[in-house]
């Protein structure tokens, strides 16, 4: 499964990327102020590079996080299957 995480992460980023670079191509013909597309430039740059960052970041870190990730997520399942099973359990007794 750790495979396939990281290949949708990375899929993302890729898909990213596409998308922020071909929306600075579009807009970049519709703004004739050099000033506003050098900010913009530097505004998908950051986005670009801190996303690919983070997510670089989130991928290396997976493998050490995913008990701890995935076990709060089985806890909290197993906690609110209870909790359900004794809703239906004082439901039936007033029934």
Partial sequence: MYARDRLGAWTFVAV???VI?????????VVPDPAIRTVLAVAAGAVL???TASIGAMVKHYREDKDFI???????????REMKAE???EAA???
């Fill in 21 to 29: 670079l071909f929306v600075l191509f579009m807009v970049w013909q």
């Fill in 49 to 51: 590079l801190f996303n």
């Fill in 70 to 80: 995935y076990g709060l997520d089985i806890r909290h399942l197993d906690v609110a």
């Fill in 16 to 18: 990213l990327w596409v």
């Fill in 87 to 89: 809703a239906e359990k």
């Fill in 93 to 95: 007794q007033r029934a």
